[in-house]
């Protein structure tokens, strides 16, 4: 079984949030060689700590030391899946679906686990995770909110 897990999952891994403990546990319970993440993962985790750079919440050596930490705790075990012009397109479609109330970071996300076949695609964002109930993803939570 395939896992895709987006950047509102991953984030707590470096950065303090009321949900580190959770995902940290939740995280080592799965089995390394079916989880995945994306590129543009990345990208959305570098802009988060940059906001919080920008915002005076982290200093720039902060920032440096948060953004290795995540690079060192996505390899070996994550799967590094690639943004691809399929992944665009079907995002595209997705922002589409006007009820969903996508928004174009979270249609990239799920669009590049459904066309890598994730049979579970995990996430802290609750709109993203309504946008893909609504378009009949297996979107889920993984650990209780706060």
Not at 19 to 38: A, G, N, P, Y
Not at 44 to 52: K, P, Q, V, W
Not at 91 to 114: K, M, N, S, V, W
Request: charged share 25%; aromatic share 8%.
């Amino acid at each position: 079984m395939s896992s895709y897990f987006d950047t509102s999952f991953l984030m707590p891994l470096v950065r303090r949030e009321p949900t580190t403990h959770d995902v940290i546990k939740f995280l080592q319970r799965q089995d390394e060689s079916h989880i995945s993440t994306s590129h543009w993962a990345r990208v959305e985790f570098c802009s988060g700590i940059a906001r919080d750079v920008r915002m005076k919440v982290m200093t720039r050596e902060d920032a440096a030391l948060a953004i290795a930490d995540f690079e060192s705790k996505m390899s070996p075990g994550f799967s590094l899946l690639p943004i691809a012009s399929p992944d665009c397109e079907l995002a595209h479609e997705f922002l589409q679906r006007y009820e969903t109330g996508l928004r174009a970071g979270d249609a990239l996300h799920l669009a590049i686990a459904r066309n890598n076949n994730a049979q579970a695609i995990y996430s802290l964002d609750d709109k993203m995770l309504r946008a893909g109930k609504l378009l009949g993803l297996p979107v889920r939570r993984g650990i209780r909110g706060r």
